[in-house]
């Protein structure tokens, strides 16, 4: 049984804090839009395609208690409160291309003079809570192409070894996950020998969410800390990296998790297939390339500290950025719940 | 004025408890091998220089309070005793060799029917009290030819961008340092702009230590984490890379701490050039190549804490090799007290 890390009904939305795993197991009471971008913004929850949904399901929650019966206040209300829930966290694609979505619903469902008010309301509240089923499902299927893919590349009917980044688990999306999606399907197929994540600095989200998956899941998993990668490849036969991603360019670049770029070189040089699981709702083909991609830099002290802990020298300067790009000439193939795609054939894909 | 991590004079050896650093500076009062082993072991002290002078040098405190006046049992006390010392790190090369050339010294004061009881003694003592000015010595000319060689690689007179991994400054060594020692030359001569130092998970060392002399030196650098260093090189323009070796092979193969093999790769990938500073005592021409080199692994509380906090999932294997090998082929140059040479053409030098 996966991680719940999402617990929502009408009315009621709750998350699973992830900035006190592993030691603490304690949900967040979200009672509007307000609580939810704090917990993005804080990273008490964290995945592209989590952030979407959270945030969204903010917003249902707020509606729900809005006596509003104007649709056009309504509507210029939704549009507000998704721009600032866009704003918790700049690099995430998935919650500009909801918002953007959830929009030009509320535009049509606005200027649409049968529509009443409630029915608007309903409507509206109806299509959030269709994209918790959505992303469960897009991740089966991204599992699915994903395990395709990678025995596909292997010799005979043997076992893999894989490699994750960072966590693209339950934790990351509504359930099932991507990256982690395509290790369950490998494990759920019997052909998973072993994976291995990443601790995953300064956050530490392999380290204590990926791997609290795992070890849930009893999947046979070993923690290595970032720097290696390349020892690993060179002493075990790893089949395949999968990674997430958290906003794909129409060129194929990839912004993921600080520390994705150098995997994927170091995927290349020992010539192991490089995997970026993602949904449709990660590739933005409003960005021409990785070098557009705006990156957050987040605080010094993420570095510096363990919680209460100082761990580096005082005085020292820091640089830290969140994400980094993989350049599309890195990539074997994008995951997605529609196939596996190479990274130059999105804009044509897309064209159609 | 560097940091002083040994205070030695005849009798009285303390070294600085690198465990301690940034946050205390305490001293750890060495009575004998056996505290020597001590503090090697449990990574009180590191850096294969230092491990080897230390080590050396609690031998020589148990020397001066032992009142035996048989010269064969004296021989056979010392080699019992470095043997031992060397098994408190296996990697290191450093300490092995000089213990080789000390056991030597013994069997032939030992043989030598003119030399006395106290002769014998006081040479043997001597000698090892040498190693310690014979380190700074060396040191400073590594600093100066690996300042040379990475100026001689810049167009124009410009100032240079260097990354450097782990610690490898007066802390590693007797003073000055290696591959620290190279950048401590090229900002002495005002041609460093910046220097970047990784964090060097899992013990930090990066972080804690070398952060630690680059802020007490007012040397201008940034702290990264060990998965930034691809980013940092497509960002910024680094013009060398420079790390220390735990030990060298005869055919240039380099063995030193985790992720420095990742570097070396994402280096080339970057056209950066990827240097290694260690003094002859690092060169081991017993071992044909990496291949050959023993990888010390350290326990897994040393990934899965800091200090007593737990920061890993409960129940999750790690892996924790203490090192990787770094190919010849990765390596532009290796910066010795005798000068920079490729690592392909070692085997000659020593030939001659």
Redesign the interface.
């Known amino acids: 049984m996966s991680l719940e890390s999402i617990r929502y009904k009408r009315g009621s939305l709750e998350v699973l804090d992830q900035l006190l ?3 603490q197991t304690k949900y967040i009471k979200i009672e509007g839009v307000e609580d939810g971008w704090k917990v993005i913004n804080k990273m008490q929850v964290r995945g592209a395609p989590a952030i979407a949904i959270i945030g969204c399901l903010s917003l249902a929650i707020e509606l729900l208690n809005d006596n509003s019966s104007d649709k056009k206040v309504m509507r210029q209300e939704i549009e507000g409160k998704l721009n600032y829930l866009v704003s918790a966290r700049p690099t995430a694609v998935n919650i500009k291309l909801a918002a953007d979505d959830l929009i030009n619903l509320a535009n049509s469902l606005s200027a649409d003079e049968s529509v009443s008010p409630e029915e608007f309301k309903e409507r509206f509240i109806a299509s959030i809570e269709g994209m918790l089923a959505k992303d469960i499902e897009d991740n089966k299927a991204i599992g699915r192409y994903g395990c395709e893919a990678i025995l596909k590349s292997l010799e005979g009917d043997g076992l893999v070894r894989v490699l994750t980044h960072c966590n693209t688990g339950s934790l990351a999306t509504a359930e099932y996950g991507t990256a982690l999606g395509v290790i369950r399907s490998l494990h759920a197929a019997k052909r998973l020998e072993h994976v ?1 994540c ?5 956050y ?1 989200q392999g ?3 990926t ?2 998956e ?2 849930h899941e009893k999947i046979p ?12 490849m ?1 002493v075990r036969n790893i089949g395949a990296v999968v990674v997430g991603a958290d906003r794909v360019a129409a060129n194929g670049d990839t912004a993921n998790k ?2 994705t ?3 994927a ?2 995927a ?2 020992h010539n192991v297939p490089f995997y970026v699981a993602a949904p449709f709702t990660s590739i933005d083909m409003n960005i021409s390339s990785g070098e557009r991609i705006k990156i957050e830099e987040r605080p010094e002290n993420e ?2 500290h ?2 209460d ?13 969140s994400f ?2 993989t350049p599309a000439s890195l990539i074997t193939g994008i995951i997605t719940e529609k196939g596996v795609f190479l990274p130059e054939t999105l804009k044509t894909l897309f064209a159609q």
């Not at 990443?198 to 300064?202: A, L, M």
């Open positions: 795993l592993p030691l291995y990443t601790e995953t600095r300064p530490n380290a204590r969410l791997a609290y795992l070890v998993a070993t923690l290595i800390v970032d720097s290696m990668v390349a020892a690993l060179h600080i520390g770029y150098q995997i070189i170091v290349k040089y570095m510096t363990i919680g802990r100082r761990i580096a020298a005082p005085g020292i300067n820091c640089w830290n950025p980094d790009i």
